[in-house]
């Protein structure tokens, strides 16, 4: 490893055993050194940026999301544990930087760095790099670079990895379908629902999109449909016998075979009886906390595969030539308006509005939308 | 279509469309001409069975069990309906033969037939071809050549069709397993978990086998240990804290790919949990009657798939030489003393016999084995 910058002319003055020397910028961030609620556990810190290697890019983060995930990572309930750090060499504590999701913008690039160079945008290549500060200093396998187009905005760039990824793979991986098939899915108004029914009417795919009754039922009826959503049904109606004559006089023999479910319980069941021979089911979230229920008939006699779904196994899985591929297609829809930038709400970048919008993130997409820093 | 016969010389008298003319064997069936209670509905045929053509063969059956779908097939709660059908000239009803399983031997073979010859032992091809009967006409497709192996036992070839080939493809066709592999199954000691066993053990495969807590469990622990059950598990032990580390000092890192499920209910949530990441959970049946529970963190950060398993299936959508193919495996594993005859009671071939035992035949393989007629 050599000690030549292509920004930094001067040398480092100190090396370390477990973090590099600093360079001339103060980065903050969102940090957590123990389990617990959000506003209990997150601190403000700021430090000095470690300086750039040749080995390594320097970003500066332009925004981040603050998902559910998040929220559960902080907590210690999710299947991803963080990762606890010095951030700087003035640290005397390991500290984890909240948040998963986001953009930023490589500033400097080491001699050595082959993939990225300075004002190429990047997202995260793997779940657990946390993006909730300003700038970050590591290896170039850290980011994943991210298609240039201007058409797509900040909002949707820092949004694109976890949503529009797991709707699109979803609709790829599990089962071939051609113009004209069903996909049925729950949670239809969900970020990722309505990226499932921008990605298919996209693809000539027709979507039976399954939602929570409520009293302006035909509000989100409209709302769904105008983004392009065949169908609508609420889950009270999906288990009545008039719903399967009318999801009959729709599909015909043409039963889908690609069912997507966020929801569990009983929803999810009605759901999986309309898939035809040889269906994949496939569950990405649990929103009603309730167990996926499956009468065996389903699986022995319809031969219905029932998988799950993780963007985060997903990209740890791939290569950042795959990923920059979906990325190429999910820009691409979104450039042309296939695929819409998401309801959000601007977060403030301070401490105290840091930590109530963290303590509310669990509830995601609802009320004003997908809570966006803007750094 | 030729009118030559290789055993018999003399033209058929008559042609009728729907049946062929009759030949000079008298053939007897339990019949059943409407769903309902096996004793209501079965009853005893006796017909000239219909003379050879061409290009059909005509077979004797040897031996025919009565499985638990036989009994759901004559109430009409099992997904393959039966061929009601005249079984000859002679008769004015369309009747359905009972039985689904068994092994005949080949008496007489059209001229045009190529798979088949006079004393070849066959099974059938397809769920559904009733095999209470003491003897058949019809094309050679209808029928299974079976591999000649005098070593293994009419009961042995009788009942290979359904739980042997359970046990082999479930164990070959949902994931790779290599020697030392562990596969985790409930139902352990039913037919199919013996035929895991058996194969199992041959295949340098472990076997963790969990049975239902019983009085003698020990007795049942050494009868599956003798068939080569490497651990024995009950039920109710399955969820405790002391037998998941039981089960984690026995396996260490190398957790189960593959859990085969024939109980549903919370014995098959339990199991699921024993699975490593990205393992294949096979579904074939449901004693238990009550459906499966799935948490989603075992679809979604496990990454475990569900599947089901249904031979009558997969019989239908494979070839002949397939079939020829798993049966060789399968006869030689018997031929090898590696996959015993089932225990078995003989069944009498006359009405009031049959009826008995048909309305007992649901508990299956249980108290005096599996029922066997031999004609």
Redesign the interface.
């Known amino acids: 490893m050599g000690l030549l910058f292509r920004t930094f002319t001067k040398a480092p003055r100190q090396w370390r055993r477990g973090y590099s020397s600093h360079s001339d910028i103060t980065a903050s961030a969102m940090v957590y050194s123990e389990y617990g609620q959000p506003s209990q556990v997150l601190k403000w810190h700021s430090y000095r940026l470690p300086a750039l290697t040749s080995t390594t890019v320097q970003v500066k983060f332009l925004a981040s999301p603050i998902n559910p995930a998040d929220v559960n990572m902080i907590q210690g309930a999710y299947?991803i544990k963080p990762t606890y750090q010095k951030l700087s060499s003035d640290d005397d504590k390991l500290l984890a930087v909240g948040g998963n999701e986001g953009v930023a913008q490589v500033i400097a690039v080491g001699d050595q760095v082959q993939d990225l160079k300075v004002g190429d945008q990047v997202v995260m290549a793997n779940t657990g790099y946390g993006t909730w500060r300003t700038h970050a200093t590591g290896p170039a396998s850290d980011f994943q670079l991210l298609p240039n187009n201007k058409k797509v905005s900040m909002i949707q760039k820092a949004t694109i990895t976890v949503n529009p990824c797991t709707a699109y793979r979803m609709l790829k991986d599990f089962v071939k379908l051609n113009q004209g098939d069903y996909v049925i899915q729950n949670g239809g108004n969900s970020a990722v629902g309505q990226a499932v029914i921008g990605i298919s009417k996209a693809w000539g795919l027709k979507t039976i999109n399954v939602v929570r009754n409520r009293p302006d039922i035909d509000k989100l009826r409209k709302e769904l449909t105008d983004l392009g959503a065949t169908h609508v049904v609420t889950d009270e109606d999906l288990g009545k016998h008039e719903t399967r004559a009318l999801i009959k006089s729709w599909v015909g023999e043409n039963k889908p075979l690609l069912g997507l479910n966020c929801v569990?319980g009983k929803s999810a069941?009605d759901m999986a009886r309309y898939l035809g021979e040889n269906g994949q089911f496939v569950?990405?979230?649990?929103m009603s906390r309730k167990?996926?229920?499956?009468?065996?008939?389903?699986?022995?006699?319809?031969?219905?595969?029932?998988?799950?779904?993780?963007v985060s196994?997903w990209a740890e899985v791939h290569s950042k030539e795959a990923r920059y591929q979906m990325l190429e297609d999910v820009v691409d829809l979104m450039s042309q308006g296939k695929l819409g930038e998401p309801k959000w709400t601007q977060v403030k970048w301070d401490e105290e509005s840091m930590k109530t919008s963290v303590d509310q993130g669990i509830t995601g997409f609802s009320g004003g939308g997908k809570q966006v820093v803007i750094f």
């Open positions: 299947p569990g069941t569950t990405y979230g649990a167990p996926l229920s499956l009468p065996a008939s389903l699986l022995i006699f319809k031969n219905i595969s029932f998988h799950g779904f993780w196994k």
